[in-house]
């Protein structure tokens, strides 16, 4: 092979190399396909998403019958408000309103230079409580560094949850801008579900994450700890195992 087929071949190699292996860069919008970046300062939207709704009640809580779309939605419209005085709310749904989850991952995406908090609360075996944060982003991790802080300094007592989870789902993965799940706690313990029923409880919780927000908002990631590497993975589906 001649001197300049070999230079023209490593030029070529290269430039596809590094296609394949960099995400793409943010768009003029604010949008990133990966959110493979720091996480984001100076937001003035913040888009709050109500966990299920409509025909699609989540979980139940086996001790005060409540579900978990209209706790749901209740601690969403408390967050709403106490951010409403420093930011652009943007309620996914403001009432019992089924909307698919394809359609909340479309309308984030018609906002830039803005955050997306999906409000839900949990189940599974009756002796774990406590709340979790999903995230999926670099630039999510941040926020949901603060989010999961300032839940569990609510929270009295968090036995056997997860805590912080990097998971790869329709609302943390797919939407361009940094988003995050927020599990408040387990339905299915006694006493925290009892704790969830409370109102003053869901304020106080509402309130946490707003701060949380807000601290985001000004500072960025400062004191949140180093990021996570990025991982490239294709956008959540439907057929995806554990949506």
């Known amino acids: 092979m001649s001197s300049f087929l070999k230079i023209t071949f490593a030029a070529s190699f290269a ?32 888009i709050i998403d109500a966990g ?5 009640s989540g979980a139940t809580s086996p001790h005060t019958g409540q579900h978990e779309k ?17 930011f652009k709310v943007v309620m996914m749904r403001s009432d019992d309103t089924f909307v698919d989850l394809d359609e909340r991952v479309a309308r984030a995406n018609q906002y830039g230079g803005a955050i997306l ?3 839900h609360y949990n189940s599974g075996p009756s002796g774990i409580r406590g709340p979790e944060t999903y995230y999926w982003r670099v630039d999510s991790h941040g926020l949901a560094v603060r989010c999961q802080k300032a839940m569990a300094g609510v929270s009295p007592v968090e036995s056997g949850n997860r805590g912080m989870v990097r998971r790869r789902i329709r609302l943390t993965r797919n939407p361009e801008i940094p988003c995050l799940l927020l599990e408040g706690g387990y339905l299915s313990n006694a006493a925290e579900s009892r704790q969830i029923s409370d109102p003053g409880y869901r304020q106080k919780l509402a309130n946490a994450i707003a701060g949380a927000i807000r601290t985001q908002a000004a500072v960025g990631d400062a004191g949140t700890g180093p990021l996570p590497p990025p991982l490239n993975a294709p956008p959540s589906r439907p057929t995806d195992a554990h949506e």
């Open 15 to 46: 430039a596809f190399f590094v296609s394949c292996a960099a995400p793409t860069a943010p768009s003029s919008s604010g949008r990133d396909v990966y959110g493979h970046r720091p996480g984001p300062k100076g937001f003035k939207t913040v």
């Open 52 to 56: 299920h709704g409509g025909k699609d």
């Open 70 to 86: 209209d706790l749901a939605l209740d601690t969403a419209k408390r967050i709403a408000n106490d951010l409403s005085r420093d």
């Open 117 to 119: 908090v999906s409000m």
